[in-house]
């Protein structure tokens, strides 16, 4: 057996399991020049609700009918290639699909003994880059400096958190449950923590944690969490716009307070990105990632769904929350 995911419709508002087909395929086999591929782990992330949308992006979305595709480690049951071998772990952009052929463009070798396979679709792969080209790159913080995460248990936040951390840096994140704020603060080495849900005057609750102001704040969530953090920001104050899960699913434009006025008093820098856009410096920032991951600089959480069946489920979780940290099928 050799099952496919397919994208059957584009969702309306959050997506729904109905916006998914499982299809039964044929197992390939490997010709000269290819590699054949088992799927061990599958990376479900937010940013591909917006390649389930047919309009011009960053990356071309995704077409219906056809299998999706997000950050996947597999394993390499048959190869044609001279640079794999049986045996060999790869991670790269693949089709959700059990068995697939490629001709190793874009694949990477990872070492299962130096880190577990799933850390190189988090912390060692493109969500920890994620979190370093973002805060170093962008955000700039010094020593001192107050630095503000939101979406802050998730993925790409918790990093955040511990990179300004080893920049010497004052870290406050904002989670959705008690839970989270508890994870920040007891593993993730956060200073202190703001539970949005509970929270009614979010302007005010970032202004109370964060009394000196906030020098970079360090956006996964958009709408009205960025609002009030501006509102706290210092003179030459950085902004750095990593996502909007807020706003993924909405249906119309949103609307709310102008930034304008804030960026030109505040002098304030404002900056979107991603991680592909400084490509050629991966290779010098996983190493330096993973020596802090040795060095017990960096820890993670992961939040590991089982089943290949699961992995539109564990997508539509993202949505609600359901995640700490990395959210990651094995299958």
């Given at each position: 057996?050799?099952?496919?995911?397919?994208?059957?419709?584009?969702?309306?508002?959050?997506?729904?399991?109905?916006?998914?087909?499982?299809?039964?395929?044929?197992?390939?086999?490997?010709?000269?020049?290819?590699?054949?591929?088992?799927?061990?782990?599958?990376?479900?992330?937010?940013?591909l609700r917006g390649r389930m949308r047919d309009e011009k992006s960053y990356i071309t979305p995704f077409e219906l009918d056809k299998p999706l595709q997000s950050g996947i480690i597999a394993e390499v049951v048959e190869s044609h290639i001279s640079d794999f071998k049986k045996g060999d772990f790869v991670n790269g952009m693949l089709e959700w699909k059990q068995f697939q052929t490629s001709n190793g463009k874009g694949l990477q070798k990872v070492?299962?003994?130096?880190?577990?396979?799933?850390?190189?679709?988090?912390?060692?792969?493109?969500?920890?880059?994620?979190?370093?080209?973002?805060?170093?790159?962008?955000?700039?913080?010094?020593?001192?400096?107050?630095?503000?995460?939101?979406?802050?248990?998730?993925?790409?936040?918790?990093?955040?958190?511990?990179?300004?951390?080893?920049?010497?840096?004052?870290?406050?994140?904002?989670?959705?449950?008690?839970?989270?704020?508890?994870?920040?603060?007891?593993?993730?080495?956060?200073?202190?923590?703001?539970?949005?849900?509970?929270?009614?005057?979010?302007?005010?609750?970032?202004?109370?944690?964060?009394?000196?102001?906030?020098?970079?704040?360090?956006?996964?969530?958009?709408?009205?969490?960025?609002?009030?953090?501006?509102?706290?920001?210092?003179?030459?104050?950085?902004?750095?716009?990593?996502?909007?899960?807020?706003?993924?699913?909405?249906?119309?434009?949103?609307?709310?307070?102008?930034?304008?006025?804030?960026?030109?008093?505040?002098?304030?820098?404002?900056?979107?990105?991603?991680?592909?856009?400084?490509?050629?410096?991966?290779?010098?920032?996983?190493?330096?990632?993973?020596?802090?991951?040795?060095?017990?600089?960096?820890?993670?959480?992961?939040?590991?769904?089982?089943?290949?069946?699961?992995?539109?489920?564990?997508?539509?979780?993202?949505?609600?929350?359901?995640?700490?940290?990395?959210?990651?099928?094995?299958?």
């Open positions: 057996m050799n099952n496919s995911i397919r994208l059957k419709s584009r969702p309306e508002g959050i997506p729904t399991l109905e916006n998914f087909e499982f299809v039964e395929v044929d197992k390939p086999k490997a010709s000269e020049g290819q590699v054949l591929l088992k799927t061990k782990y599958v990376s479900v992330d937010p940013y070492d299962s003994s130096k880190a577990p396979l799933s850390a190189y679709l988090g912390v060692l792969g493109l969500t920890g880059i994620t979190a370093y080209v973002g805060l170093l790159k962008i955000g700039e913080p010094k020593e001192g400096e107050t630095v503000l995460v939101s979406g802050a248990s998730g993925a790409v936040g918790s990093v955040v958190g511990q990179l300004a951390k080893i920049k010497g840096c004052k870290v406050v994140g904002i989670a959705g449950s008690d839970e989270k704020i508890k994870l920040l603060q007891n593993t993730f080495g956060f200073d202190a923590g703001i539970n949005y849900k509970t929270t009614n005057q979010m302007r005010k609750a970032i202004k109370e944690t964060c009394p000196n102001g906030v020098d970079v704040y360090f956006d996964n969530v958009g709408g009205e969490i960025l609002d009030a953090a501006m509102a706290n920001m210092n003179r030459f104050g950085r902004v750095v716009n990593c996502g909007a899960i807020s706003l993924y699913n909405e249906t119309e434009q949103p609307t709310g307070p102008r930034l304008e006025t804030s960026l030109v008093k505040k002098s304030l820098k404002m900056q979107g990105f991603i991680a592909r856009d400084y490509q050629d410096e991966f290779k010098e920032i996983v190493p330096q990632l993973a020596t802090w991951l040795n060095d017990n600089k960096l820890t993670y959480e992961e939040t590991i769904v089982e089943g290949f069946e699961n992995i539109p489920r564990a997508f539509i979780d993202l949505f609600e929350g359901k995640n700490k940290g990395k959210m990651v099928v094995k299958v």
